[in-house]
């Protein structure tokens, strides 16, 4: 192997710096929008129940996002091809910014009645929802068309995973920031509001440096929106080489979107597990964040050299690996032995093996949006994803009744609720999706 193609962990942030400035400050702006996502969205479930939110409640959460999840991109990649990324970026910034104030202030609004109906404060979680996923989900389309435009067919995984790592850098400091502030504050809900304003704060500072900086005659513009019929020529016209991508991925998201929410909420109260290593104690809502960090630590170690392997092996094994990471964790950190001295040892071990399911991410978005015709990249990417995340729109729900258990109103029936029985039948779907996408699954040529 020549020098050439050594794998260097620091090459993703060289390869960053020399991309064309439009994808420079798209990546700035990743950073800070995920430094506030990670520091806010993976406590958010725990957020809910601290305001009194049933089981239920927190997996409806988790499909809430799923329908704006699969509801935003789509508009969103549409209206970036068409008014160009930076006006579209300013405004879905603006809206994420405020819905960490939502998030923020929801204790304090309190309980509203709505028709002699009384909605708990965690209703307000739900407005917030709407808003702060919209830098998120609205620019998902408008950050590929970016890339794709920037970067040669050759190197798009490498292209997306310089700007993977830059973004997952936050996503490694983000939670250790969230610990620290919520293991030295005695309320968690108290020390979470904390966390929000610190979020709120980087998500305003991220949309005025993105308005102020990105370059917008760099951008190309793509055809006006023709209307709905045009949203389904749109679906109907996907390259055939993502339909297996798209069935194996549906499958293993739906089956990750039914225990995703939940993941806190486990080692917070179902294995109640914290750290203590010498005069270090660190409760379990704090823990989580140090294994969100550990989890990051591993992505960022493990996406370059997996795009490297991309170029020489193809796309497919390393989506391919990821796509099994994402399917086997529930299942392994659900049957984790509680209150044993090596719980948090094997928690840790199992976070740092989930970061693996990042190392194809760079290579699974090269997937999408490599077969795209230029000016089409975020109507591409945004098509995929409509169709994936509408699938998967049910599974946080799902997995709530299954986690927490339920009983249908005006009859004597009632389900017992099992942690257990939910996350295997999670890790079982998600196998089924990475069987699919290994047997039918179709490498892009450039790569080929």
Same mark, same amino acid.
């Given at each position: 192997?020549?020098?050439?193609?050594?794998?260097? @962990?620091?090459? $993703?942030?060289?390869?960053?710096?020399?991309?064309?400035?439009?994808?420079?400050?798209?990546?700035? =702006?990743?950073?800070?929008?995920?430094?506030?996502?990670?520091?806010?969205?993976?406590?958010?479930? %725990?957020?809910?129940?601290?305001?009194?939110?049933?089981?239920?409640?927190?997996?409806?959460?988790?499909?809430?996002? #799923?329908?704006?999840?699969?509801?935003?991109?789509?508009?969103?990649?549409?209206?970036?091809?068409?008014?160009?990324?930076?006006?579209?970026?300013?405004?879905?910034?603006?809206?994420?910014?405020?819905?960490?104030?939502? +998030?923020?202030?929801?204790?304090?609004?309190?309980?509203?009645?709505?028709?002699?109906?009384?909605?708990? $404060? +965690?209703? +307000? @979680?739900?407005?917030?929802?709407?808003?702060?996923?919209? +830098?998120?989900?609205?620019? *998902?389309?408008?950050?590929?068309?970016?890339?794709?435009?920037?970067? &040669?067919?050759?190197?798009?995984?490498?292209?997306?995973?310089?700007?993977?790592?830059?973004?997952?850098?936050?996503?490694?400091?983000?939670? !250790?920031?969230?610990?620290?502030?919520?293991?030295?504050? =005695?309320?968690?809900?108290?020390?979470?509001?904390?966390?929000?304003?610190?979020? /709120?704060?980087?998500?305003?500072? =991220?949309?005025? !440096?993105?308005?102020?900086?990105?370059?917008?005659?760099?951008?190309?513009?793509?055809? %006006?929106?023709?209307?709905?019929? %045009?949203?389904?020529?749109? *679906?109907?016209? /996907?390259?055939?080489?993502?339909? $297996?991508?798209?069935?194996?991925?549906?499958?293993?998201?739906?089956? #990750?979107?039914?225990?995703?929410?939940?993941?806190?909420?486990? @080692?917070?109260?179902?294995?109640?597990?914290? !750290?203590?290593?010498?005069?270090?104690?660190?409760?379990?809502?704090?823990?989580?964040?140090?294994?969100?960090?550990? %989890?990051?630590?591993?992505?960022?170690?493990?996406?370059?050299?997996?795009?490297?392997?991309?170029?020489?092996?193809?796309?497919? $094994?390393?989506?391919?690996?990821?796509?099994?990471?994402?399917?086997?964790?529930?299942? *392994?950190?659900? #049957?984790?032995?509680?209150?044993?001295?090596?719980?948090?040892?094997?928690?840790?071990?199992?976070?740092?093996?989930?970061? /693996?399911?990042?190392?194809?991410? &760079?290579?699974?978005?090269?997937?999408?949006?490599?077969?795209?015709?230029?000016?089409?990249?975020?109507?591409?990417?945004?098509?995929?994803?409509?169709?994936? #995340?509408?699938?998967?729109?049910?599974?946080?729900?799902?997995?709530?009744? @299954?986690?927490?258990?339920?009983?249908?109103?005006?009859?004597?029936?009632?389900?017992?609720?099992?942690?257990?029985?939910?996350?295997? !039948? =999670?890790?079982?779907?998600?196998?089924?999706?990475?069987?699919?996408?290994?047997?039918?699954?179709?490498?892009?040529?450039?790569?080929?």
């Amino acid at each position: 192997m020549g020098e050439s193609e050594d794998v260097d @962990i620091l090459d $993703p942030f060289r390869q960053f710096f020399s991309l064309r400035r439009d994808v420079l400050v798209l990546s700035l =702006a990743m950073f800070a929008f995920s430094l506030g996502f990670q520091m806010t969205n993976r406590y958010v479930p %725990e957020y809910m129940s601290a305001l009194g939110a049933s089981a239920f409640v927190i997996g409806l959460f988790g499909s809430v996002g #799923n329908v704006i999840g699969a509801v935003y991109p789509y508009p969103g990649g549409r209206l970036s091809d068409r008014i160009g990324s930076r006006v579209a970026l300013t405004l879905f910034g603006l809206l994420s910014s405020l819905g960490f104030g939502v +998030w923020l202030v929801a204790p304090t609004l309190g309980t509203v009645t709505v028709g002699g109906v009384a909605l708990e $404060p +965690w209703i +307000w @979680i739900f407005v917030g929802l709407f808003l702060a996923q919209a +830098w998120k989900s609205f620019g *998902l389309g408008a950050t590929f068309a970016i890339v794709k435009q920037s970067v &040669p067919p050759e190197r798009l995984a490498r292209g997306f995973a310089s700007t993977e790592v830059f973004r997952r850098t936050a996503f490694l400091i983000g939670p !250790l920031i969230a610990a620290g502030i919520i293991q030295y504050a =005695a309320d968690f809900t108290v020390s979470f509001q904390y966390v929000l304003a610190v979020a /709120l704060l980087f998500g305003v500072v =991220a949309t005025a !440096l993105q308005h102020v900086l990105y370059d917008a005659e760099a951008d190309t513009l793509g055809k %006006e929106f023709a209307g709905v019929s %045009e949203v389904i020529e749109d *679906l109907r016209s /996907l390259p055939p080489e993502l339909r $297996p991508l798209l069935v194996g991925d549906t499958l293993v998201r739906f089956a #990750n979107g039914m225990v995703y929410v939940f993941f806190v909420i486990v @080692i917070t109260q179902f294995l109640e597990v914290g !750290l203590d290593v010498g005069p270090l104690s660190l409760s379990p809502a704090a823990f989580f964040g140090v294994l969100l960090a550990i %989890e990051m630590l591993v992505a960022l170690v493990s996406m370059p050299p997996a795009a490297r392997a991309a170029e020489r092996v193809g796309l497919k $094994p390393v989506v391919a690996l990821g796509f099994l990471v994402y399917a086997v964790f529930p299942v *392994l950190l659900i #049957n984790v032995p509680a209150d044993t001295p090596l719980t948090a040892p094997l928690v840790v071990v199992l976070f740092a093996f989930s970061g /693996l399911r990042f190392a194809g991410l &760079p290579a699974h978005k090269a997937l999408i949006v490599g077969p795209a015709e230029r000016d089409t990249g975020g109507r591409v990417s945004g098509s995929y994803y409509l169709l994936r #995340n509408a699938v998967v729109i049910p599974s946080a729900a799902l997995g709530g009744l @299954i986690y927490g258990g339920f009983s249908v109103p005006g009859t004597d029936v009632s389900v017992a609720g099992d942690p257990v029985v939910a996350f295997g !039948l =999670a890790s079982a779907i998600g196998l089924v999706g990475v069987a699919y996408f290994a047997l039918f699954g179709t490498e892009y040529d450039a790569y080929a």
